[in-house]
């Protein structure tokens, strides 16, 4: 059984429609949630961290926590052609980070 | 830019040669990695050293060795590699690691090193 999951995509949205990633995890005693974004062949690039549940908004970016569910997800508002690229979920399992497999959002102008 | 710095970006190699792969970072961070990322995967764990000390071997083979001279240092020495240790290693570190405090910490990564083996 996968500890993180995430759909795997590619997920396509036209330019200015909002993308939205999911990511499910198995470790109910998980208290820290990442997103990076990875364009290819470049490194991971940390764009959200949330702790608590509920939503924490950074500029266009929304990140949703629900522990009781084991579901945090990402949301991308007004999405451009430059968000393209590999989104990756990673959750503080026991203090060690474990990566979900990545969705690949492919923005289309 | 990022804060963690790994050289070279790029190395092509034979398998009979010795290599080795380095990174830098100066945020005072007390926890290093290494990971290793294949083609449409994610990163995987490889090394955790916390407080220069090492403290996760993910079964690493003895062909991949680590060394971390100081707090600030993180090398990854290489030996008589396969092609299928082709891929690119990336660094990253976090202020801490192994503690309950340590949870709610990122890991920052570096650049990477594009390994090829010949």
């Known amino acids: 059984q996968k500890e993180v999951e995430q759909n795997s995509g590619p997920l396509s949205v036209p330019e200015g429609a909002i993308a939205s990633l999911n990511c499910t995890y198995s470790d109910r005693v998980s208290q820290s949630f990442f997103w990076y974004r990875q364009y290819s062949g470049k490194s991971p690039e940390l764009i959200m961290s949330i702790y608590s549940n509920g939503d924490k908004e950074d500029g266009r970016f929304t990140a949703q926590l629900n522990k009781a569910s084991q579901y945090v997800s990402l949301l991308i508002r007004d999405s451009q052609p430059s968000d393209s690229a590999t989104y990756l979920c990673a959750v503080n399992e026991r203090q060690n980070f474990v990566f979900g497999p990545g969705t690949r959002l492919s923005v289309l102008p | 830019d990022t804060e963690v710095t790994q050289t070279p970006k790029h190395l092509v190699m034979g398998m009979t040669n010795k290599k080795s792969l380095k990174c830098e970072q100066h945020?005072?961070?007390?926890?290093m990695y290494w990971y290793k990322q294949k083609a449409k995967k994610p990163p995987e764990l490889m090394f955790v050293y916390s407080y220069e000390k090492l403290s996760i071997n993910e079964s690493v083979p003895s062909r991949f060795s680590p060394e971390c001279p100081n707090s600030s240092l993180l090398n990854l020495h290489l030996h008589a590699l396969q092609p299928e240790d082709s891929a690119l290693y990336l660094c990253?570190?976090?202020?801490?690691?192994?503690?309950?405090?340590?949870?709610?910490?990122?890991?920052?990564f570096g650049d990477g090193t594009r390994l090829s083996i010949l």
């Open positions: 990253a570190s976090s202020s801490q690691w192994g503690q309950m405090t340590s949870s709610n910490q990122p890991q920052h």
């Open positions: 945020m005072g961070h007390r926890a």
